[in-house]
């Protein structure tokens, strides 16, 4: 469970056939980030996928870190199948609910990609990874979340037996309702 009472965000659980109703309520509206750094079919998926993924880095980490990248993905009744025939129990990347394109999805994760240590040096984040997101989420500020969250409706985290943990901001955090 992420988050408490008091957490600027809340979860709970959806099933694969309620993953399938938001893909037929809001066609568009259904990214994956597939992390390519522990799942190694994931780069040709995305070759696959052609103008409907596109890797998160850019420039020469994006020619350099083809093999490990995080990708983004519009995500459709074939590349939904495809994850949870292949990836479920692995810790291969996120779904994302969001009512925008494909580029400005991009654009607004890119900006939490690198990250600096305590000591000032930077270093990549793996925010995309499901074992990291809910851990990051239920420690940020309200105003952190609003941040992170920016036109993402929700995160989904897959689970056991077909389920997904769903995070959405909490209703009045923030100023969001």
């Known amino acids: 469970m992420v988050g408490n009472d008091s957490s600027p965000v809340q979860s709970r659980e959806t099933s694969t056939v309620g993953l399938r109703e938001i893909l037929g309520a809001a066609p568009g509206a259904l990214y994956a980030i597939l992390d390519a750094c522990d799942e190694p079919c994931v780069p040709e998926k995305v070759r696959e996928l052609g103008d409907r993924a596109v890797s998160l880095y850019r420039g020469a980490a994006e020619q350099d870190y083809v093999a490990i990248a995080p990708y983004l993905a519009i995500v459709d009744e074939d590349l939904l199948s495809w994850i949870v025939n292949q990836l479920w129990a692995k810790p291969w990347g996120v779904l994302v609910v969001a009512p925008v394109d494909l580029a400005s999805l991009r654009k607004h994760f890119r900006r939490f ?13 793996r925010f995309y990874d499901p074992r990291v997101l809910p851990m990051y989420l239920a420690t940020c500020l309200p105003s952190e979340v609003k941040e992170f969250f920016g ?13 997904w943990t769903q995070i959405t901001r909490r209703a009045g955090a923030d100023g969001y309702a």
């Not at 990609?113 to 984040?125: A, T």
């Not at 036109?151 to 389920?163: C, D, K, R």
């Open 151 to 163: 036109p993402v409706h929700s995160f989904l985290v897959s689970g056991e037996a077909a389920q």
């Open 113 to 125: 990609l690198i990250v600096e240590d305590p000591d000032g040096k930077q270093m990549y984040f």
